[in-house]
Antibody, heavy 121, light 110 residues
Framework: EVQLVQSGAEVKKPGESLKISCKGS????????IGWVRQMPGKGLEWMGI????????RYSPSFQGQVTISADKSISTAYLQWSSLKASDTAMYYC??????????????WGQGTLVTVSS | QSVLTQPPSVSAAPGQKVTISCSGS????????VSWYQQLPGTAPKLLIY???KRPSGIPDRFSGSKSGTSATLGITGLQTGDEADYYC???????????FGGGTKLTVL
């Protein structure tokens, strides 16, 4: 079974750093792009960026460029999303998802279960 | 403001049919495949439709997708209370060089 399992919920203070993870299993992790999607409370889906674990080629949405860093460790089939200095406005659910098909015109399947990040003083 | 426009909400009675629209432009829907996702309350999104009208295995044929020009439509027949969820369309935007999503549509089965 193809599966993406994300790390658990986090509660952080403004200014703290954070790295959340997304572990893939049941498929060739290095052969598919992994994307990250933000969902703020009560809001829709926003694409943040995407990484190809095979060669670590990474693309960012302009809205998130410079705000987060996406990386991957193919030796343990895990992708990461990290912040160096969290803000209250980073409070959201974060999903990873595998991209099938071409990067332009592909679709996300499956999705991880989500990681809730709460940033509060 | 989402690049793709969906109605905020739709509703219908159990057993009835509903359609959800997704409107875009030539830089996205007009020249790229559309996918649809279902997000049940408190859960992660799940793929319903890919490449405009294809269903992954396990998705019942009550769900269908279509595309015409710069718009796409998700259809759901034989509505069940378990279909109550948020539905999102998605595609690639060639101008942004990025995947884009619609704002989501909340389906209520009355």
């Amino acid at each position: 079974e193809v599966q993406l399992v994300q790390s658990g919920a986090e509660v952080k203070k403004p200014g703290e750093s954070l790295k959340i993870s997304c572990k893939g299993s049941g498929y060739s992790f290095t052969s598919y792009w992994i994307g990250w999607v933000r969902q703020m409370p009560g809001k829709g889906l926003e694409w943040m960026g995407i990484i190809y674990p095979g060669d670590s080629d990474t693309r960012y949405s302009p809205s998130f460029q410079g705000q987060v860093t996406i990386s991957a460790d193919k030796s343990i089939s895990t992708a990461y999303l990290q912040w160096s200095s969290l803000k209250a406005s980073d409070t959201a659910m974060y999903y990873c998802a595998r991209l099938k098909g071409n990067i332009a015109g592909g679709w996300f399947d499956p999705w991880g279960q989500g990681t809730l990040v709460t940033v509060s003083s | 403001q989402s690049v793709l426009t969906q109605p905020p909400s739709v509703s219908a009675a159990p057993g009835q049919k509903v359609t959800i629209s997704c409107s875009g432009s030539s830089s996205n829907i007009g020249n790229n495949y559309v996918s649809w996702y279902q997000q049940l309350p408190g859960t992660a999104p799940k793929l319903l439709i890919y490449e405009n009208n294809k269903r992954p295995s396990g998705i019942p044929d009550r769900f269908s997708g279509s595309k015409s020009g710069t718009s796409a439509t998700l259809g759901i027949t034989g509505l069940q209370t378990g279909d109550e969820a948020d539905y999102y369309c998605g595609t690639w935007d060639s101008s942004l060089s990025a995947p884009v999503f619609g704002g989501g549509t909340k389906l209520t089965v009355l």
